[in-house]
């Protein structure tokens, strides 16, 4: 088969994990086929509402660019189709959201239960989505990609998701590389085949890809085919977006630079991944149609 071929092919799902280079291929195997149809399909039956959606990977004094750029984008999704998005993230990601309009909730690094407990009580939430966030491993610490602790700089927002199930609110996770809140439900898996001491928060609906923000524009891609409603963000609104919060303080988690990069990957292969998952939800949109014809 050649490669005009093989791009015919490609899935959502295919193409979020292009690059793969932190085992997410692996866990593929172990989730759902249509792992990202799935959430948005799970998501856009939520009852109108307020929907929770947390970010913020410490990295050196700053929030990393991989998390932001896919709550931001989802977050205006979900908007466009009558939720009502809140971000609750921490001092790290200040000023990311309210530019676009978004309603933000910043904690505190010391809060607990108790703070958590409110918030769901204040805001009533019809979900939870969390998008590249730490969440409490299988040792009881906060780690980065290279193993060291960030327990001291990471607000305890994957505290929200388990309080989640107590409440029987739905949760959605977004992971690249196995300590995000959601990679507990795969943490034997993980353990296992990759290595390293997972993040044990679980979710409902967990979507892997290559970079969490690619994650985010896939279930878009989908919600976008079911709407009929444009959702995906243009090029020039991401590359507008990732260069102001870089400008703002945002790094690469990769490189640790403050560069209009996300994990390593230039802006181009950002707009790669975005113009790929347009045009399938467009083709999965013509196949659905030639079917119902």
């Given at each position: 088969m050649d490669t005009v071929a093989k791009k015919k092919t490609e899935t959502v799902e295919d193409i979020v994990l292009r690059y793969s280079r932190r085992g997410m291929h692996i866990l593929r195997e172990h989730l759902d086929e249509n792992f990202c149809r799935l959430a948005a399909e799970r998501m856009l039956t939520l009852k109108k509402g307020n929907i929770l959606l947390t970010t913020g990977f410490y990295v050196d004094g700053h929030a990393e660019t991989d998390g932001p750029l896919g709550t931001m984008t989802?977050?205006?999704?979900?908007?466009?189709?009558?939720?009502?998005?809140?971000?609750?993230?921490?001092?790290?990601?200040?000023?990311?959201?309210?530019?676009?309009?978004?309603?933000?909730?910043?904690?505190?690094?010391?809060?607990?239960?108790?703070?958590?407990?409110?918030?769901?009580?204040?805001?009533?939430?019809?979900?939870?989505?969390?998008?590249?966030?730490?969440?409490?491993?299988?040792?009881?610490?906060?780690?980065?990609?290279?193993g060291d602790s960030i327990k001291s700089r990471t607000a305890r927002i994957d505290l929200?998701?388990?309080?989640?199930?107590?409440?029987?609110?739905?949760?959605?996770?977004?992971?690249?590389?196995?300590?995000?809140?959601?990679?507990?439900?795969?943490?034997?898996?993980?353990?296992?085949?990759?290595?390293?001491?997972?993040c044990e928060v679980t979710v409902d609906t967990l979507v892997i890809s290559t970079v969490s923000n690619w994650g985010a524009y896939a279930v878009e891609a989908y919600m976008q085919q079911m709407k009929k409603v444009r959702l995906l963000p243009s090029y020039k609104e991401i590359k507008r977006?990732?260069?102001?919060?870089?400008?703002?303080?945002?790094?690469?988690?990769?490189?640790?630079?403050?560069?209009?990069?996300?994990?390593?990957?230039?802006?181009?292969?950002?707009?790669?991944?975005?113009?790929?998952?347009?045009?399938?939800?467009?083709?999965?949109?013509?196949?659905?149609?030639?079917?119902?014809?």
């Open positions: 989802l977050a205006n999704a979900l908007r466009k189709v009558g939720y009502h998005p809140i971000i609750i993230t921490d001092m790290f990601c200040r000023g990311f959201f309210e530019m676009e309009g978004l309603d933000v909730t910043y904690m505190d690094i010391k809060d607990g239960w108790k703070e958590y407990g409110s918030l769901i009580r204040e805001y009533d939430p019809v979900g939870m989505i969390s998008i590249e966030r730490c969440g409490r491993n299988t040792e009881s610490d906060y780690v980065n990609m290279r929200l998701f388990e309080l989640a199930m107590e409440h029987k609110i739905p949760t959605f996770g977004i992971g690249d590389g196995g300590n995000e809140i959601g990679m507990g439900n795969l943490k034997e898996v993980i353990q296992e085949e990759l290595s390293l001491a997972p977006y990732l260069e102001t919060i870089v400008n703002m303080g945002s790094v690469d988690g990769v490189t640790g630079r403050q560069s209009a990069s996300v994990d390593g990957f230039p802006l181009e292969v950002e707009r790669e991944i975005l113009e790929s998952l347009d045009v399938a939800a467009s083709a999965a949109d013509a196949g659905e149609a030639r079917k119902a014809g």
